[in-house]
């Protein structure tokens, strides 16, 4: 067993965790943070993402030891100060960007990533972003329309096909 | 997952001294393809010697002689965003896996591993890079052995690969959507002395040449050169995705696109 410390959501965190112990694991069963989805557990799905250090990251895919001394984001800490939706999170309400949910924590979470970098992206960049974080409600449409919202663009045009 | 012991070393000296020390240690270069591995069970090292914390090994540099040195632990994204001197690898770069899995893979752990539908073998072999570890320093020609099978020793890291940039370069992959791995993947490359042409996620051995199609772009770097020159389907992979025989005419479609793409 070995400690590991970490900053989750801008609150210190720390446990003691096997060498494969994932990251996601570490989230869910030790620090009870459940917004973290597991989906498939073989990288492809995307409902784990989480931040680490500012970089998305499937945290089923990377050990929690490694996250040693990081700055870990999850959808936990996505809501605004007062507990309202963040501005992605109420886009993905507003414009129907869930039906299960299981993968919108990854979805919000990649979002706030590719707006992070690219605050005005084209929704062929939207789409190719969300390569690695699949939905099987959606058809995608509206949750990219959500993401182009977010980012404060017109999404008017933007049809569900 | 079978449980194992994890090291983060802060020097090359010092990995390789932890990989030295125990038979059954392994180094974690970012983990995408290893992880996944050890939760299926099919390897179980006592200990993984993380190479993560090794700044000596990441970041991407020019060489005195123009080439780009990217150390070893470096991540996809990093290359995408930081080769511009060498845009055709910054490319290839950029499509490899999803932006997740970009952020934690690295150009070492990729070449490590040799997976037959890999790009960054296409891109080392395509472009005649040499494969430094701690060691040696080994050629690209020398280093891909067969599918998973390299020139790495036992406990052997590799801490750079240095790219020769080339006059233009181009790498076309045909994606197979659900894995997002090429299903062939072809990178072609003119320097001064010649074209090459290395193709990826056809062949049973991996990562290879194309010998015929480089001669033939050697005296003249056009789709056209390629006409009527075909690869054999009898020894490419052959599964649920595609047969042999259609991977080996996407060799010389995707060939053509790369040199019409080429820049």
Known sequence: ?161 | MYNFDVVKPTRIADAVKELSDSTESQPLGGGQTLIPTLKQRLASPDKLVSLSGIDEMRGICTGEDGSICVGGATNHATVAAEAGGYPALAATAAHIGDPAVRNRGTIGGSLANNDPSACYPAAALGSGATIKTNTREIAADDYFQGMFATALDEGEIITEVRFPVPEKANYQKFVQPASRFALVGVFVSKYADGVRVAITGASNDGVFRWTEAEAALSSNFSADAIDGLSLSGDDMISDLHGTGEYRAHLCAVMTKRAVAAAA
């Open chain 1, 1 to 161: 067993m070995a400690q590991v410390s970490m900053t989750v959501n801008g609150k210190a965190a720390s446990g003691e965790v096997e060498g494969r112990t994932l990251l996601s694991s570490f989230l869910r069963d030790q620090l009870m943070l459940t917004g973290t989805h597991v989906g498939c557990d073989t990288s492809q799905c995307g409902a784990c993402v989480v931040h680490v250090d500012g970089q998305a990251v499937k945290s089923c895919t990377m050990l929690a030891v490694e996250a040693e001394g990081a700055d870990v984001a999850t959808i936990e800490g996505q809501a605004n100060a007062d507990g309202s939706l963040n501005v992605i999170q109420q886009a993905f309400q507003d414009h129907h960007g869930l039906q299960c949910g299981f993968c919108t924590p990854g979805m919000v979470m990649s979002a706030a990533a590719l707006l992070k970098d690219n605050p005005k992206p084209t929704e062929t960049e939207v789409r190719e972003y969300l390569e690695g974080n699949i939905c099987r409600c959606t058809g995608y449409h509206n949750i990219v329309k959500a993401i182009m919202a977010a980012s404060g663009q017109d999404v008017s045009a933007i049809a569900a096909e």
